[in-house]
């Protein structure tokens, strides 16, 4: 039995979301534990991470957090070509990186704020 035109186009997406995930913690760990940045390093990790990220297809995505992270992705491939030094392409990115993370948990976590007020009107 073959799949469904749906099954294919959901496995297509998940593939794309993942190797946008890999590139992005790739590249990410690189910048953090690396002790002698160097931006010929940078590159040579981009484009060893880009091999990998060009085997998948493309895919249109509608969520917000996830086109946040394809357009960090996109930032960390053409920050590539300038001709900036490699502390301040380091802070740019992770300090976006971190806000892309703390938007994620913003939504996940809610902090209930005053929980002893809500029950005051019990005792």
């Known amino acids: 039995m073959a799949a469904s035109q749906k099954a294919i186009d ?18 990410i760990s690189y910048l953090s534990s690396t ?9 040579k990790k981009i484009e060893n991470s880009l091999k990998i990220f060009n085997r998948v297809d493309a895919v249109a995505l509608y ?3 996830l086109q ?3 357009k960090l ?3 960390m491939i053409t ?3 300038s001709d900036k030094d490699m502390q301040t392409i380091k802070e740019d990115i992770l300090y976006s990186s971190n806000q892309l993370e703390k938007s994620k948990n913003a939504r996940r976590y809610k902090k209930d704020k005053h929980t002893s007020d809500k029950y005051q009107d019990w005792d």
């Open 68 to 70: 946040d992270l394809q």
């Open 79 to 81: 920050l590539k070509e």
């Open 35 to 43: 002790h002698e940045l160097s931006k010929e390093g940078y590159d």
């Open 73 to 75: 992705v996109q930032k």
């Open 10 to 27: 959901n496995a297509t997406r998940l593939r794309y979301i993942r190797a946008l995930e890999r590139f992005h913690s790739s590249i």
């Open 63 to 65: 969520k917000g957090d």
